[in-house]
């Protein structure tokens, strides 16, 4: 069974840092894109960033760019991100995706994860 599983969410002070993890099973991503996106209560899921399959390429969202780094460890079949100088309004439940290829779009994304939250409180 295909199954990317988030970790590392948690609650966080503005202006801190967390690192978000992605593992990947069932079969290797190591050719993938893999996205990150967001969805906070009441609002759409928005695009935060994306890798392509040798993580010599991302792309951020304006929002996050600057503070956010999205990195990947083929070996391990795993995508991280990064996320310092936190702020309120990056609260949202977190997910990543992987695709044939990088896109800032969620409907180009086969496989999803289950999210996890992240809350920085003000």
């Known amino acids: 069974q295909v199954q990317l599983l988030e970790s590392g969410g948690g609650v966080v002070q503005a202006g801190g840092s967390l690192r978000l993890s992605c593992a990947a099973s069932g079969r290797t991503f190591s050719g993938d894109a893999m996205g990150w996106f967001r969805q906070a209560p009441g609002k759409e899921r928005e695009f935060v960033g994306h890798?392509?399959?040798?993580?010599?390429?991302?792309y951020y969202a304006d929002s996050v760019k600057g503070r956010f780094t999205i990195s990947r460890d083929n070996a391990k079949n795993t995508v991280y991100l990064q996320m310092n100088r936190l702020k309120p309004e990056d609260t949202a439940v977190y997910y990543c995706?992987?695709?044939?290829?990088?896109?800032?779009?969620?409907?180009?994304?086969?496989?999803w994860g289950q999210g996890t939250q992240v809350t920085v409180s003000s």
């Open positions: 890798i392509n399959w040798s993580g010599s390429t991302t």
């Open positions: 995706a992987a695709g044939n290829l990088p896109s800032t779009y969620p409907a180009d994304y086969a496989y």
